[in-house]
T-cell receptor, first 115, second 113 residues
Framework: KAGVTQTPRYLIKTRGQQVTLSCSPI?????VSWYQQTPGQGLQFLFE???????NKGNFPGRFSGRQFSNSRSEMNVSTLELGDSALYLC??????????????FGPGTRLTVL | AQSVAQPEDQVNVAEGNPLTVKCTYS??????LFWYVQYPNRGLQFLLK??????LVKGSYGFEAEFNKSQTSFHLKKPSALVSDSALYFC???????????FGKGNQVVVIP
């Protein structure tokens, strides 16, 4: 099976712009979660989507949003970019998240740099 | 709230020696515990997990971890470290009904040839 794919792998934006990141989960997986990784804050949970619905949300401002499509692919959007949004954004897919044995498998990430 | 502590920033070990990376957790309820490894410019790679049952869990690449409920720990171990094990290791926890993973800060493992 192909793993989790994320596009683009690298992105450079300027303050005030917006950005959209894409994630394709492992085939058959219906749950997609997003995490932000920075040197200062480490790995932080952004949100989880399942069956096109946001199921869980982390403590991030409303500038961070996401959605999931009927084929389970997910996108996250960051509007009005700030320098502090520079980070590695990781997507993780899971079969359903309804079984305690479910495991999250991560993609390679999108490295966002805000100038 | 669930949280994970990885007390050491960096673990240095000679090639061929045993490797241990420490992790303690705090949750309300039964914990589901995970170890991931991250190589430079890569995502997180799943190593192993503890859900229930045997306290000693075996995973990929010769790694294992021991769940200790009384000490709320889940230390990662490898009997004989390889140079290729040099990477960043993350411990994570979640609870049933909440798929949010709470991660520790990570441990840089350096295996010295």
């Amino acid at each position: 099976k192909a793993g989790v794919t994320q596009t683009p792998r690298y992105l450079i934006k300027t303050r005030g712009q917006q950005v959209t990141l894409s994630c394709s989960p492992i085939s058959g997986h219906r749950s997609v979660s997003w995490y932000q990784q920075t040197p200062g804050q480490g790995l932080q949970f952004l949100f989880e989507y399942f069956s096109e619905t946001q199921r869980n949300k982390g403590n991030f401002p409303g500038r961070f949003s996401g959605r999931q499509f009927s084929n389970s692919r997910s996108e996250m959007n960051v509007s009005t970019l700030e320098l502090g949004d520079s980070a590695l954004y990781l997507c993780a897919s899971m079969a359903s998240g309804r079984s305690r044995t479910d495991t999250q498998y991560f993609g390679p990430g999108t490295r966002l740099t805000v100038l | 709230a669930q949280s994970v502590a990885q007390p050491e920033d960096q673990v240095n070990v000679a090639e061929g020696n045993p490797l241990t990376v420490k992790c303690t957790y705090s949750v309300s309820g039964n914990p589901y515990l995970f170890w991931y490894v991250q190589y430079p410019n890569r995502g997180l790679q799943f190593l192993l997990k503890y859900i229930t049952g045997d306290n000693l869990v075996k995973g990929s690449y010769g790694f294992e971890a021991e769940f200790n409920k009384s000490q709320t720990s889940f230390h990662l171990k490898k009997p004989s470290a390889l140079v290729s094990d040099s990477a960043l290791y993350f411990c994570a926890v979640r609870v049933y009904g909440n798929n949010r993973l709470a991660f520790g800060k990570g441990n840089q493992v350096v295996v010295i040839p």
